[in-house]
Nanobody
């Protein structure tokens, strides 16, 4: 059974940092793209960042460029999201996702989703 499990969420003041982690299990994800989405209360889920299977290609939503960095662990089954200079509008539930295609992961519904981790940024 495939599982994506997020961790690292929490409460932080504006301007602070958090690092989210997502560990995938149930299959080998070394050839899969992985990424992050978020959903704020009353809003639709939106794309945040994605990384290809090797870690060499990344893309970001305009709202997080220059502040967030996505990376993969050496085992390729883990993906991280380093979030710096956090703003109150970054408050959301953050979801890990995986798909064979980074383009599909970014623009359509990824194959696998995690359960989400709450990030709250206070002003």
């Amino acid at each position: 059974q495939v599982q994506l499990v997020e961790s690292g969420g929490g409460l932080v003041q504006a301007g602070g940092s958090l690092r989210l982690s997502c560990t995938a299990s149930g299959r080998t994800f070394s050839t899969w793209a992985m990424g992050w989405f978020r959903q704020a209360p009353g809003k639709e889920r939106e794309f945040v960042a994605a990384v290809n299977w090797s870690g060499g290609l990344t893309n970001y939503a305009d709202s997080v460029k220059g502040r967030f960095t996505i990376s993969r662990g050496n085992d390729k089954n883990t993906v991280f999201l380093q979030m710096n200079m956090l703003k109150p509008e970054d408050t959301a539930v953050y979801y890990c996702a995986a798909d064979l295609s980074r383009v599909v992961l970014t623009t359509k519904t990824p194959t696998y989703w995690g359960q989400g981790t709450q990030v709250t940024v206070s002003s």
